[in-house]
């Protein structure tokens, strides 16, 4: 999988073992990779400053960044983007790790940048204030009609799970999956970082031409803090479902712009901590 995943040689003990040696033997082991992708942002006929170095697993960075572009409210959708492009970093040889993003004209230029990094567990590290952390969507979800059933949702993280290709050869990503009301697994991205997933996924929907995704529902398979229920609200997402906890601010968040948030999503049980009507 290149630099998705790499192989270390490491000690494996068994303390169950009934070997003499005391259950520790060498061997293989195969590891997620962790990068920086530094993100650049400017109008064209300029120097691009960098705008966020986030932590990521290489793959779908350009997904990865015109997402992270959407969810933090810098551009409204592919259209106000007229390239972007992995460029040579300072590393040699070329690394990849630098999205350069020409935006369209007229498009303003963020006025406060994140330029120090984010590590792979933070979705807001860099904001510069607290009013910061709170972006309005243009996508209002409060009055999609979309439904689904209990036994649907328990079936999602299994079909999730089944669409994780490098957590089953590494059991160190987070992932996220776009799925229908009828538990159809439309995509799924995966990355170190939860945020940076959900990112990817919102990415691949900008560039498609698929935002808002009304009608949609987004499964993670972590907890749910504010900040992915922040980024499915921007992506125009109704549905927020978790296999672990939600946090007060993202239950908060979901009632304020009128999503379903679902945490616990276990088997044949969950939470329902916003919006139950939408769960049948």
């Known amino acids: 999988m290149g630099r998705v995943t790499d192989r270390r040689r490491i000690i494996r003990i068994d303390l169950a073992s009934t070997a003499g040696n005391g259950g520790r033997r060498a061997g293989p082991d195969t590891l997620v990779a962790e990068e920086p992708l530094e993100i650049r942002v400017g109008p064209a006929g300029t120097v691009r400053p960098p705008l966020v170095v986030t932590m990521r697993t ?6 990865l960044a015109i997402g992270f572009l ?16 992995l460029c040579a970093g300072a590393d040699q040889p070329n690394d990849y790790n630098v999205v350069d993003v020409t935006l369209a004209p007229g498009r303003p230029v963020p006025a406060t940048g994140r330029a120090f990094p984010a590590t792979s ?6 904001k510069a204030s607290i009013d910061a952390v709170r972006t309005r969507s243009r996508f209002p ?17 299994d079909r999730l799970r089944a669409g994780q290709r490098v957590f089953a050869r590494t059991g160190g990503l987070h992932a996220a999956g776009l799925f229908t009301a009828a538990g159809e697994l439309v995509a799924v991205r995966e990355d170190v970082g939860r945020h940076n997933a959900v990112d990817k996924l919102v990415g691949w929907a900008a ?6 995704l009304r009608g949609h529902l987004l499964l993670v398979s972590g ?6 229920t922040q980024k499915a609200w921007m992506a125009g997402i109704p549905v927020l479902a978790a296999v672990s906890a939600p946090s007060t601010l993202a239950a908060s968040l979901a009632d304020e712009a009128g999503m379903t948030l679902v945490g616990f999503l276990r088997g044949a049980t ?4 916003a919006g139950a009507g939408r769960v049948t």
């Open 121 to 126: 567990s933070c979705g807001v590290c860099g």
């Open 58 to 63: 290489p793959g779908d960075d350009l997904d």
């Open 223 to 228: 907890r749910a803090g504010f900040e992915l």
């Open 270 to 273: 969950m939470n329902v901590y």
């Open 70 to 85: 959407v969810t933090e409210g810098v551009i409204e959708s592919a259209a106000d983007v007229v390239t972007a492009r």
């Open 207 to 212: 560039r498609a031409g698929r935002l808002p």
């Open 141 to 157: 979800v409060a009055g999609d009609p979309v439904r689904v059933a209990a036994a649907t949702l328990a079936t999602l993280p």
